[in-house]
Nanobody, 123 residues
Framework: VQLQASGGGLVQAGDSLRLSCAAS????????MGWFRQAPGKEREFVAA????????VYANSVKGRFTISRDNAKNTMSLQMNSLKPEDTAVYYC?????????????????WGQGTLVTVSS
C-alpha cells in the first residue's frame, strides 16, 4: 500500500483545513487508518484513527471536537477535517494504514506511512 497525504498549508488561528490521504491497492477497505503528527523537536503523536468501515473513530484529546476523520472506501481516500485550528496544531501530518480493520492510537500498530504534509497555523 502506498499512501499520499496532501492538503497542508499555512493558515491563521481559527481557520479550517482539510487533509486528504490517497491510498493505492485494492485492500484499502480492509485497513484501519490513522493520522499522526510531528511538531518540530517533538515526537510523532496520535491525532485520529478510523476503522475499516468508517463508522468508528477515535481522537486525541487535544483535537476532539475540532477535527473529524472520515474515509471513502470507493475512492480509496481518507480525510481529516480540521476546524478551529490553533498554533499548537502546527506539525507535519502523516497518514498511516494498518493491516487490521480497527483504527489504533499506537504508532507501532501501523504498517504503512505516507510522506507527510505540513500544516502551519499562525497566531
Amino acid at each position: 500500500v502506498q499512501l499520499q497525504a496532501s492538503g497542508g498549508g499555512l493558515v491563521q488561528a481559527g481557520d479550517s483545513l482539510r487533509l486528504s490521504c490517497a491510498a493505492s491497492g485494492r485492500a484499502f477497505s480492509n485497513y484501519g487508518m490513522g493520522w499522526f503528527r510531528q511538531a518540530p523537536g517533538k515526537e510523532r503523536e496520535f491525532v485520529a484513527a478510523i476503522n475499516w468501515s468508517g463508522d468508528s473513530a477515535v481522537y486525541a484529546n487535544s483535537v476532539k471536537g475540532r477535527f473529524t476523520i472520515s474515509r471513502d472506501n470507493a475512492k480509496n481516500t481518507m480525510s481529516l477535517q480540521m476546524n478551529s485550528l490553533k498554533p499548537e496544531d502546527t506539525a507535519v501530518y502523516y497518514c498511516a494504514a494498518r493491516t487490521y480493520g480497527l483504527g489504533s492510537s499506537q504508532f507501532n500498530d501501523y504498517n504503512y506511512w505516507g510522506q507527510g504534509t505540513l500544516v502551519t497555523v499562525s497566531s
